[in-house]
């Protein structure tokens, strides 16, 4: 029926879409063609179905599959829109914490985010599907997320001078060796001359095509390895954590090698052309 079989796929609208119109077509419960009713038993009756009835019934699946895309375009936009604001919220906010020297490492640790998450979460969510639906699965992964941003509320000092848990000597060490590194900055008078900048520009445009090959790896892999004729979402998951794995241990040798020659340019080009040889 069309409940296991939501359960059972991952979610995407084309397939559930097609899980519409199977249910129609089995359970439609048609009174004047002495069809199952009841919508208990999956019947067939395509081929009894009369072209208005057919019309009608076609009408219907469009209109569900084209409600499920919106759905799914309206998350994922939600979704991308938090992402765009706590990623560099987050590097602002190691500005304040850490100095030149180290932040390249302590940057990794944020960036780490994704491949450490997917790394586990491929095989839970895997599970999670399996046991409980696509459904259930969103909504239980959701609730970590939404209690650690309570949580952050309360726990994140903004800065060094907030912390009460951090010695009055440290705290005033960590903010004069900020202060002197940030003393050389231009200050920008707008929004309007950061945008225009050209470092900006490159940077914005080295990002967007990272956050391309990115997302595209991470949404197309589980698909890839499917068409190899491995279908349960438990071994998907568990073989998609593969590469997660080996860019935990890389970023981290790349950040710590950076920070100790100072150097970030070749650190951040030699890993761009390598993944774009992977791909």
Not at 101 to 124: C, D, G, H, K, Q
Request: proline letters at 4%; glycine letters at 8%.
């Amino acid at each position: 029926d069309l409940k296991a079989a939501l359960k059972d796929d991952g979610g995407a609208g084309r397939a559930m879409r097609n899980d519409v119109h199977d249910f129609v077509v089995g359970n439609e419960p048609l009174h004047d063609l002495g069809g199952n009713a009841s919508g208990n038993e999956n019947v067939d009756v395509s081929d009894r179905v009369p072209p208005t009835a057919q019309a009608t019934r076609d009408s219907h699946v469009r209109e569900a599959g084209h409600a499920l895309d919106v759905l799914n375009e309206c998350v994922r936009f939600l979704l991308g829109l938090v992402e765009a604001a706590v990623f560099p919220a987050l590097l602002i906010y190691l500005n304040n914490w850490f100095a030149r020297s180290e932040r390249s490492f302590a940057n990794s640790f944020v960036t780490l985010s994704t491949p450490v998450t997917v790394l586990w979460m491929s095989i839970v969510s895997g599970y999670l599907v399996q046991a409980f639906g696509w459904r259930w699965m969103f909504v239980i992964e959701g609730v970590p997320s939404t209690a650690w941003a309570f949580a952050w509320w309360y726990l994140a000092d903004d800065k060094p001078s907030q912390a009460k848990w951090l010695p009055a000597a440290d705290q005033q060490a960590i903010e004069r060796t900020i202060a002197a590194e940030q003393a050389g900055v231009k200050n920008v008078r707008n929004l309007g001359e950061a945008f225009r900048a050209p470092a900006v520009i490159i940077m914005a445009t080295l990002y967007f095509f990272w956050g391309l090959a990115l997302f595209g790896f991470v949404l197309w892999l589980p698909t890839i390895i499917k068409a190899t004729g491995i279908s349960d979402a438990l071994q998907v998951g568990t073989l998609s954590a593969i590469p997660y794995a080996v860019a935990v241990i890389v970023m981290l040798v790349v950040a710590k090698r950076a920070d100790e020659q100072q150097e970030r340019r070749w650190h951040v080009a030699i890993p761009a052309v390598l993944g774009a040889v992977g791909l």
